[in-house]
């Protein structure tokens, strides 16, 4: 129902940065908020960044000064940004769309299937 394509990652060192992106499409789900989610070693999948479809951007504490999210609303492209990386940044990165599927009412989530992030001390 949505397609979402991710890209980027892999390995990083210390304090360097990494770029992911992704990008979804669909022909029947109204798409409204889009986001990163990741799963590190040993913790549940936590959100990590989104921009909401009224353009507001949050943030997880875990990243907030150091990662960047932006939208490309007109092709539904999420990009996240990862400067001053920490091992414990570590680990495998989802994106996120919910939405609408035709005209239902209730809100639902679709994820990518992820994509690694590694970083290095």
């Known amino acids: 129902q949505v397609q979402l394509v991710e890209s980027g990652g892999g390995e990083g060192q210390t304090g360097g940065s990494l770029r992911l992106s992704c990008e979804a499409s669909?022909?029947?789900?109204?798409?409204?908020?889009m986001s990163w989610w990741r799963r590190t070693t040993g913790q549940d999948r936590s959100f990590v960044a989104g921009v909401v479809g009224g353009g507001y951007t949050n943030y997880g504490d875990a990243v907030k000064g150091r990662f960047t999210v932006s939208r490309d609303f007109a092709k539904n492209t999420l990009t996240l940004q990862m400067d001053n990386l920490k091992p414990e940044d570590t680990g495998v990165y989802f994106c996120n769309v919910g939405g609408y599927l035709g005209d239902d009412e209730i809100y639902r989530m679709y994820w990518g299937n992820g994509t690694p992030v590694t970083v290095s001390s």
């Open positions: 669909s022909t029947i789900v109204k798409m409204k908020d």
